[in-house]
Structure formats: structure tokens, C-alpha cells
């Protein structure tokens, strides 16, 4: 495109800038009729429903930026920066802490772990093949692990990644015993046996454990990072704005609501990143995402709108990527809550929610309803799990029954996180009035609602998960063990002695179909005490442009990307 039919297309997206103009509610950001807003509040910005004209011209500056530039695309990166769209900035970074698949983008890259997961004819698997490890093997009994590990990492400053480092990563997340700690919590003891040598011990058998070394947890962090300690928070304060791992990028920038920046280590002892440079742009606006991407502004687009992606499918330029998913989503019913603690009005909630209509009209029939609460496509998934479906009538009857038929009120929580939860949100609210509920919906910044979820400050909530590795037990006993109250996993603060009993027991198995029935009877009580309104199962959706090479989704990493395999044409 000739220079100065660029430059007055900027100029005119800078004069939309700094022009905003009065409301206008009912309409997408790209001019599309949808339902009026829902009656949410939020601290910071307007109504989550109102879109302002200024979007609206921006909106018409991108489309004709689009076609301008659909012949060639313009990117303003060079051809060894990846530049990244995502909906919200991050909460923290350090491995020990976050729970978040969303800080875990930037945390994975830059940190090595002693396994990672295997590509397989071009494809991510669950199988898992050595990192900073060398070899391992177990005691016939499985519960004392003997890890090999490779000589010649080194960490920024120098120091050796060796046994001491790796037992003082994982003796640390133990013992800050965070929402990660829960992928550790197989291991005893971490002894050094040699400089290279590492011994592991479980406090039982546990099948899934090398495959729990591959998740965030597992980062291998520098000890010197002791240095920054204070008040004996083992380095919290520090690692939650910094990083210092021997992985292939580090984090040289994070400006808070605007980007972050991961630099390629030219001196890492891997294969070499292709990449030298990835910015993660915080781009809340779906509308945002989409004109950056069709001017080449960005190459990865994270969060489109699902009722965008047919007309990216469109663009010679851009490729989505469509892979199955074992991201779910659903609501936290805070069972510690007055009313709430009722199951029956919990059952209630389930039967109104209108399931189909949100899976074809905000997934556009891209996902599935869930069935209990363990994935598709993971083992222990049981197929014939009771499942909620519509039923207003039934949804009064239990009411009826709870005696609290009239002058319900709940409040449900929801972040710009995921482009659809404010449309989710809002067939919640309308279904939920169908059955004499008044559902108030509140919009948060996604760190304000991650601390409300983890202390418990909450009635509904909106979220999502995926497992970090693929055993059952990443649904059943981070959900429900009432050990795991608030990020690590139990959101709904549900507590049944029984179901404890039964997923604590089926870890200690090796035995899958042992398991499997163990999980199964537990479902049963789990379905009837109705502690979350089990949504649906997704599809990833990835919109790139097309000169984005080597990149390789895996189910066990959503919201990671493989930056070291990543190349640009």
C-alpha cells in the first residue's frame, strides 16, 4: 500500500481517538442488531452493553483497512517479532503462585522444567519427553523417582540448573502452597543425591506424576532468588512482576494494561527461537483484535468474537485454526452463600439455564454440553453421567420446595476475560428471570475477580478450565476436594465427606478402571448436589496470520504457545 494512503488511514484512526461521541446501545462493534445490555456494573469504564461512536468509526477505519490491505497485509513488526492479542493483562508471575492459564503464557516460555510435552507428527500429545532432565526411572512400588539431569543450563547470572535448584523450585512451591502446589502434592520428599541427580519421593503411588512435572508448576526457578526474600515470603513480591528461570525467553517489559514483552535468550541451550522478540498487546475489545489482525498489526488474534471468525475464514491473509478442547466452562455456585447453601435451589439454577441456546447461539455450535463434570475426550469420562437440561417448571418446583420461591437475588461476576461471557452472562441473567430470580451481573477486572473467587467474595461466577495434564483427577479432585477452597480449584467452597472419601482414594490407585468407578459413584452425588452449573465443552479457535510457521496447539497448554518453535515467513 502506497505510504500516504497509509498514513491518512492512521491519521484518521487517530482523529476517531480522540473523538468519542454519545452512546449507542444494541449493537455490536461491528454494527450487528443483538439483544440490549444486561443490567451490569463495573468500577471502571461504562455498561458492558454500550459501545460508543467512536468504536464505531474505528470499526469502519478497520474494515477499510482490511480491504486495502487484504492483497498484502502491513505489519508493522519486524520479521522477528511475534506480536499477540489478548483480551487482559495478566495477574502475576510466579509459577508458585498463579493458577491462571493466562499469566501461564507468559510464565511457561520462561522457565525450563525437567519434561515437557511431546510433539507428534506435528501435533502436541499428552506423552512427555525430557527437558532439563536427562532420564528417570521409578522403584517398583512407584513412589521414589530418581531424575537425571542434563548438565550445561545455566541461569541468567550463571548459576547451574542442578539438583539443589530443582529441590529448592519444588520444595518451594510446596511450601507456599498455592493454588500450583496441587500438581506437586504427590511428593514427599526431595533429596540431592548428587550435583545431577534428584530423588523424589511420593507419599503413594500416583500414575499421572512425571506428566505433572510438564505443568507450571514444575518451572525450575534460580535459587539465588533467595536475594530478594523478604519478611520470609520466599520471593513472592519479586516473582510476581519478574521471572528468573533458564528457559528460552525472559520477560524484559510488562507495562501495566498496555503489553508485555518476552526477549529471546541468544545464549539459551536448547534450539535456538527463531523469534528474537514477542509483545503481548492487552487489547480488551474484540473490534480491536479483528482490525489488528486484518492490518497485520498483530499476528495472533485471542479473543474474537465467534460471530466474527466466518469472515476471517474469508481474509487470504489470515488462517484459523480450529482444534478440540478440553476447556470448559461453568458457573461457581459459592455453596457457603445463604439461599445458595440449599441444594435445592442450586439444582434450581441448573434447570433453568437454557444449555442448547448458549452453545448455538454464543458458541455458533461450536462446543458441546458437558456431562458430569469430567471432559470428553479424557479418560473416566463417563457418558451416561446425569445431565441438567432446560425445565422452568421443574426449576419452580424445587423452589417451591426450598421455600424460597419469591425475592431470590444473586449476584453473578464475570471479567473481560473471554469475548462471550457478557453475552453468556446475560441469557443467565433472562433465564434465571423465567423462574423468578433476579440475577444482577457484575463486570471485573480479571485480577479483582480472580482475589473475590479465592476469598471466597462471591455468589455466581463465571469461569473456565483446562486440565494441565491429562488425568481425571484435574477435574474431580481440584473441583470438589474441600481441601482445594477458592483458586486451586474448588470454586464452588463445596464440602460432602462422602466425595472426599472417594476421589481421595481413587489418587492413590494405579488401576484406570479402579479409578474410573471411584469417579463415577462420586458424579452421582456431585450431579445431585448441583455445587456448579456444568456449562459446556469448547472448541479453540485461533486466528493467525498466515506467515505464522511451527506453531502446534496442545489440550494440555490452552493459552500457551510453543514462542521457542515459532517463526515468521
Not at 476517531?16 to 444494541?26: M, R, S, Y
Not at 530443582?166 to 533429596?191: C, H, Q, Y
Not at 515470603?233 to 525472559?250: E, I, M, R, V
Request: with cysteine; charged share 25%; glycine share 8%.
Amino acid at each position: 500500500m502506497p505510504r500516504s494512503v497509509r498514513e491518512k488511514l492512521i491519521m484518521a484512526m487517530g482523529q476517531a481517538l480522540e473523538k468519542p461521541a454519545a452512546d449507542v446501545q444494541g449493537v455490536t462493534a461491528w454494527g450487528e442488531n443483538r439483544p440490549r445490555g444486561p443490567q451490569t456494573t463495573k468500577g471502571s469504564s461504562n455498561n458492558g452493553e454500550e459501545i460508543t461512536m467512536r468504536r464505531l468509526v474505528l470499526c469502519a477505519v478497520g474494515v477499510l483497512l482490511s480491504l486495502v490491505l487484504v492483497s498484502g497485509g502491513w505489519c508493522g513488526a519486524a520479521k522477528d517479532t511475534l506480536v499477540i492479542g489478548v483480551a487482559s493483562d495478566i495477574s502475576l508471575l510466579d509459577p508458585a503462585v498463579s493458577s491462571d492459564n493466562f499469566d501461564w503464557r507468559q510464565i511457561y516460555p520462561s522457565y525450563d522444567r525437567l519434561v515437557k510435552y511431546k510433539v507428534v507428527n506435528g501435533e502436541g500429545s499428552t506423552e512427555v519427553e525430557p527437558m532439563a532432565a536427562e532420564s528417570w526411572s521409578a522403584s517398583p512400588d512407584g513412589t521414589v523417582w530418581t531424575v537425571k539431569i542434563r548438565k550445561g543450563i545455566k541461569f541468567d547470572d550463571g548459576t547451574p540448573l542442578d539438583a539443589k535448584a530443582v529441590k529448592f523450585s519444588f520444595e518451594r512451591v510446596l511450601k507456599i502452597g498455592k493454588g500450583p502446589a496441587d500438581n506437586l502434592g504427590a511428593i514427599k520428599t526431595v533429596d540431592v543425591v548428587d550435583d545431577y541427580t534428584v530423588k523424589i519421593t511420593l507419599k503413594s503411588p500416583f500414575g499421572p506424576f512425571v506428566q505433572t512435572l510438564a505443568t507450571d508448576a514444575g518451572s525450575i526457578i534460580n535459587p539465588n532468588v533467595v536475594k530478594h526474600e523478604k519478611g520470609g515470603d520466599l520471593a513472592q513480591a519479586w516473582l510476581a512482576q519478574n521471572t528468573d528461570g533458564s528457559g528460552p525467553f525472559k520477560i524484559t517489559e510488562w507495562t501495566r494494561g498496555q503489553r508485555l514483552v518476552l526477549e529471546a535468550k541468544p545464549n539459551y541451550w536448547g534450539p535456538k527461537p527463531a523469534l528474537k522478540r514477542v509483545i503481548i498487546r492487552f487489547m480488551r475489545e474484540s473490534a480491536d483484535q479483528r482490525m489488528a489482525l486484518e492490518s497485520g498489526d498483530i499476528h495472533i488474534a485471542e479473543s474474537i468474537l465467534l460471530d466474527q471468525i466466518p469472515a476471517l475464514e474469508k481474509n487470504p491473509n489470515i488462517v484459523v485454526r480450529k482444534y478440540p478442547s478440553q476447556l470448559v466452562e461453568y458457573v461457581y455456585l459459592n455453596t457457603q452463600k445463604p439461599k445458595l447453601n440449599n441444594k435445592l435451589v442450586r439444582q434450581a439454577l441448573s434447570y433453568a439455564v437454557d444449555y442448547k441456546g448458549i452453545i448455538e447461539h454464543v458458541l455458533q455450535g461450536r462446543g458441546v454440553q458437558m456431562r458430569g463434570p469430567i471432559a470428553k475426550g479424557m479418560w473416566g469420562y463417563d457418558a451416561n453421567a446425569f445431565q441438567y437440561q432446560r425445565d422452568v417448571n421443574k426449576a419452580k418446583s424445587l423452589l417451591q420446595q426450598a421455600g424460597l420461591s419469591k425475592g431470590l437475588e444473586f449476584t453473578l461476576i464475570f471479567s473481560e476475560r473471554r469475548p462471550t461471557w457478557e453475552q453468556i452472562a446475560t441469557i443467565l441473567q433472562s433465564n434465571f428471570a423465567d423462574i423468578g430470580v433476579k440475577l444482577k451481573l457484575e463486570l471485573l477486572a480479571n485480577p479483582t475477580l480472580r482475589d473475590k473467587i479465592d476469598r471466597g467474595d462471591f455468589e455466581l461466577c463465571l469461569g473456565i478450565w483446562s486440565p494441565d495434564y491429562a488425568d481425571p483427577s484435574m477435574f474431580m479432585n481440584f473441583w470438589f476436594d474441600s481441601k482445594n477452597f477458592g483458586l486451586p480449584g474448588n470454586r464452588a467452597f463445596y464440602k460432602n465427606d462422602k466425595v472426599d472419601e472417594l476421589i481421595r482414594k481413587a489418587l492413590t490407585l494405579s488401576s484406570q478402571q479402579d479409578r474410573t468407578k471411584l469417579y463415577a459413584d462420586a458424579t452421582k452425588i456431585i450431579m445431585d448436589d448441583a455445587p456448579y452449573i456444568f456449562l459446556h465443552q469448547t472448541q479453540t479457535i485461533v486466528p493467525m496470520r498466515n506467515n505464522v510457521k511451527g506453531y502446534v496447539f496442545n489440550p494440555m497448554l490452552e493459552s500457551m504457545y510453543n514462542l521457542e518453535a515459532i517463526n515468521l515467513d
